[in-house]
């Protein structure tokens, strides 16, 4: 994995393979995307923790299974408890309806081991 990628992985806990892909592809893109990237995880106003946990809550409301999984994998090497993203969770529901919080929900349990895969 090159530097910029190790760098990333700090920032969100988990790189997507198709960053590790783009690279290789699309060297032009790549560079753009890492870009961006480094600037919306890098630490400000907000932690990158409470980035995680908002990624986690508009995946869940998008219902994007990939996505969840691939937050709740990077929240957890960022130290982000199941209780924060519950309560996160909890936010997608008020905004983006049961369906959202049951999406979410049911990720994190299985991620955690409380429930099996259906």
Do not use: C, N
């Not at 630490?43 to 937050?71: E, F, M, N, P």
């Amino acid at each position: 994995m090159g530097e910029d990628l190790k760098r990333l992985e700090e920032k969100i806990g988990k790189v997507p393979e198709i960053f590790k892909e783009l690279k290789e592809t699309d060297p032009d893109l790549y560079g753009k995307v890492m870009g961006l990237d480094q600037v919306v995880w890098a630490d400000g106003a907000l932690s990158r923790q409470t980035k995680k946990i908002i990624a986690i809550a508009i995946a869940a409301a998008l219902r994007d299974w990939h996505a969840v999984r691939a937050q709740m994998a990077g929240a957890k090497s960022l130290g982000v408890s199941k209780e924060e993203i519950e309560e996160g969770l909890r936010v997608a529901f008020l905004l983006a309806g049961m369906p959202a919080y049951i999406h979410g929900k049911t990720a994190l349990e299985e991620y955690l081991g409380d429930r099996q895969k259906k």
